[in-house]
């Protein structure tokens, strides 16, 4: 009897025994989980798929900006430098960010969403199918979304109210914000057009020169019609340099300068921007207006 094993004794050990690589089987599967899983995240990223949400009607009228709101995510599983392909804008349109690739297509970075606006001309009218495409650093698609602009006629216009744009004097409105008391109306309207507004803040002033360059760069590309809208808006803010720009792509005296080609001249229009210019300061505005007939 003596050191004879009991059959409890002898389970318990062999309990023990079988544990033991048991033990080490479970903790090599969970380094090799861990070597796997390492890059966990890596993997819910490549599961996790990009998406675009954008609103599926956009309305928006001639001569505004319209804001065009595209949100991408989620941000982990879209990856770096990825970009916005816009297609199917109207040929005379803009977009406030990015660089045009083509007539009615952009480039947009990510980073330029939360402010991109669609920036219309006069004259504009129509429906268009926008095409917005999420596109990686090597080309390939991510994600596709569409949505349908809509630009409606100026009702505003027909009924003689001001446009939404920025072209007239700044409302009462804007006035009180800035803590300048409002000014009565002028009796008569100017001929030449409108008055421009009565200062350029310092904030005013840096956006309007980044939209010069924007149009300058639109210039550079041969894209016309979007660095007119750019110039404009840049001209409007109170840029007299912008309006000299935007009278210059209407000038035919000034095209081979500006290397324009298969444009037609609009004296009309280079007046109209001349005369603005010279309100707002420039000193080259009155040779120009002589040379082309202006007052």
Do not use: C
Request: hydrophobic content about 45%; cysteine-free.
């Amino acid at each position: 009897m003596n050191g004879a094993p009991t059959g409890r004794g002898d389970k318990r050990r062999r309990s023990r025994a079988s544990t033991v690589p048991r033990l080490a089987l479970v903790g090599s599967l969970a380094a090799a989980l861990i070597g796997a899983l390492g890059p966990t995240q890596a993997w819910a990223q490549a599961s996790a798929r990009p998406g675009i949400t954008v609103a599926a009607n956009i309305s928006a009228e001639p001569a505004s900006e319209t804001a065009f709101g595209i949100r991408v995510g989620p941000a982990d599983a879209v990856p770096r430098n990825s970009f916005l392909r816009v297609r199917g804008l109207p040929p005379m349109a803009a977009l406030s960010e990015g660089h045009s690739i083509a007539p009615g297509t952009w480039a947009v970075s990510l980073a330029a969403l939360p402010d991109l606006r669609i920036m219309l001309p006069a004259g504009a009218a129509g429906r268009s199918e926008i095409v917005i495409t999420l596109v990686a650093v090597d080309g390939s698609v991510l994600a596709e979304a569409k949505a349908t602009l809509a630009i409606a006629a100026a009702r505003q216009l027909e009924r003689g109210q001001p446009r939404r744009d920025a072209t007239g004097p700044p409302s009462t409105a804007t006035i009180l914000r800035a803590g300048v008391p409002p000014q009565p109306p002028p009796e008569t309207a100017d001929p030449r057009g409108p008055a421009p507004p009565p200062g350029i803040t310092p904030q005013d002033r840096e956006r309007a020169q980044r939209l010069m360059k924007k149009g300058d760069a639109q210039l550079d590309e041969g894209n016309v019609s979007a660095a007119r809208l750019f110039y404009e808006r840049a001209a409007e803010a109170g840029l007299a340099q912008a309006a000299m720009a935007l009278a210059a792509t209407f000038d035919s005296a000034e095209f081979a300068r500006l290397k324009l080609r298969g444009i037609d001249a609009d004296p009309k229009e280079a007046r109209r921007w001349y005369e603005r210019a010279r309100q707002l300061g420039a000193a080259d505005a009155d040779e120009r207006l002589r040379r082309i007939g202006g007052r």
